[in-house]
Each structure stands twice: as C-alpha cells, then as structure tokens.
C-alpha cells in the first residue's frame, strides 16, 4: 500500500508484519522455487540484502515442483499439522490453536441458500473436511463427506445484559469450545440472529488446517457461494488444482535428506536469536 519501495527499504519500516512475512514468502517461493525460512525476513529485511539471499539459496537449491496428489488412499501431514497434533495429545482439550472471528450481517437472510453454500464450500475445500484420528499412536487423515456445520439460535441476554454484551459473551463462549481433532468437523459456525434484518455469524476453525488468512479466504468464497445460491446460479469459483495434502506431500519429499540436515543446522544455529524474539515480542 505504499506508493514506492526501494532496494534500501526495510520490509517491517514499510508497515510489514508477520501475516504479511508470510505471504511474501510464499510469492518468493512461487517466483524463484526457493523456500526461505521466515527468519530470513527478520534477519534481512532490507529488499537488496533480502533479494542476495534468494540468489544465494538458488545457488544451493531449487525445490521441485509442487504437483496435485490421487486423493485415495493415505493423505499426508504437514510438519506442521503433525506438530499441533502432538501438541493436541500433551495436553487437555483446549482452545489455545482455535480461529475465531465474528461477522455482522445486515439484512434478510436466506438460511436455506447459506446451508448450500456451506455445502459448496466445504465440498471445494478439501482441508475443511479433515479430521485425524491417531492410528497405533500415529496422526492419520481422515476426510468426510462435504458438510453443513451451521448452527442457528437466537440471541438471548443473561437479565440485564446489553444485546451487545451478550453477543460478546456468545463469541467468547464459541471461540473457547475446544474441538476433538478425530471427531469433530474444524469448522464451527454459529448463526445468532438478532431480528429478521441482522445476525452476527461465528466462525471458529483449527489452526490444523487453517490459519490467520484462511479466515479472509473462507469469508470471501462463502460470500461468493451464498450470492450464487441466492440467485439460483452457479458460483465463479476457479478451480482448485492444489490443495493441502499436495502441499505435505511437497514438504515431505523436498524436506528430507541432506535438505533437512541442512535445515536443522540452521535452526539449531539461531536458537538463541529464536528465543530473543519471542521474549522480546511475545
């Protein structure tokens, strides 16, 4: 959103944050076929010293090319998938790794066009339909059939509670409902209707299979679907040739090997800088 950037410009004295790291990598991965470390942003945020890096990393490697999997049979975890997962068995069912987000809808609403949206969506987004059931101790895929998650109650203040107070309490109470990763469909969605012209929908979705700008995602293709099912028409979606698993199989098969010894050496080597960073940012 800046009107220039220079080769001497500073990434995070432009406004960048680490949503927006993220992102950047991913088109740097996309453009060049190197994979950097998020860290490498922090350590070299200035675009020249940034762009040496990438060179460099070319020089080293180029990753192979990300192709679309047969979805039959046993799909693949992500390194990170498995990591929340094993994180999910230390502890108690919690929220700690739950999405949440609240949405305000003005005007009537047509729930039986929303549930086929849902339908639609969850039928498109295969991550949506994961579960992992563990298997002899070991995190497996299981995906089900497109779903409709919506659950639909009324507003309905404690005595003397404020409506917007209320609303409050309900999207903390639903951002707090731990999910069983085995059983439960990750997304959650709760319509409270407030009158027949305003409604406040909350989401709440695993961060197993989602993450901060997946929520963007979600709001804009349910948003495209409902008009579609309004009108009686068909969305215009494009489609989706790569989806998640196609990713962890990438992962797995690049991150292995001298690529993956070469990697922990270079974690194992910023441990200290790792750990400044989340003392000192939190």
């Not at 039959?72 to 999405?99: H, K, M, V």
């Not at 005595?159 to 409050?168: H, K, N, Q, T, Y």
């Not at 797995?252 to 001298?258: D, F, I, K, N, P």
Request: aromatic content about 8%; glycine content about 6%.
């Amino acid at each position: 959103g800046v009107s220039s950037v220079g080769i001497r410009d500073s990434f995070f004295e432009l406004g960048g944050h680490s949503l927006m790291a993220m992102q950047v990598l991913s088109r740097i991965r996309d453009n060049f076929a190197v994979d950097l470390p998020v860290y490498t942003l922090f350590e070299q945020p200035v675009l020249a010293d940034l762009a040496a890096q990438i060179d460099a990393s070319r020089r080293i490697e180029t990753l192979p090319p990300l192709l679309p999997l047969a979805k039959e049979g046993d799909l693949p975890l992500s390194f990170a998938q498995q990591r929340l997962w094993f994180l999910a068995q230390l502890t108690e069912a919690g929220a700690a790794y739950n999405i949440s987000a609240a949405l305000r809808l003005d005007g009537a609403l047509d729930q039986a066009a929303l549930r086929t949206a849902l339908r639609h969506l969850t039928a498109r987004q295969l991550s949506l339909r994961m579960n992992l059931p563990s298997v002899e101790g070991q995190p497996t895929i299981a995906l089900r059939q497109p779903y409709d998650p919506l659950i639909v109650e009324p507003l309905r203040p404690l005595p003397g509670e404020a409506p917007e107070v209320a609303i409050s309490r309900l999207a903390a109470e639903h951002a707090r409902r731990p999910f069983d990763l085995a059983r439960d469909p990750l997304l959650r969605l709760t319509l409270v209707e407030l009158s027949d012209q305003a409604a406040v929908l909350l989401f709440s979705i695993h961060h197993i299979i989602a993450d901060g700008w997946s929520l963007g995602v979600l709001v804009r293709e349910l948003s495209a679907l409902y008009a579609a099912a309004v009108a009686g028409e068909e969305a215009l979606l494009p489609p989706l040739s790569i989806h998640y698993p196609d990713y962890a199989a990438w992962q797995r098969q690049w991150l292995s090997g001298e690529v993956l010894e070469r990697q922990v050496q270079l974690t194992d080597g910023r441990s200290a800088w790792a750990y400044t960073c989340t003392t000192d940012y939190g």
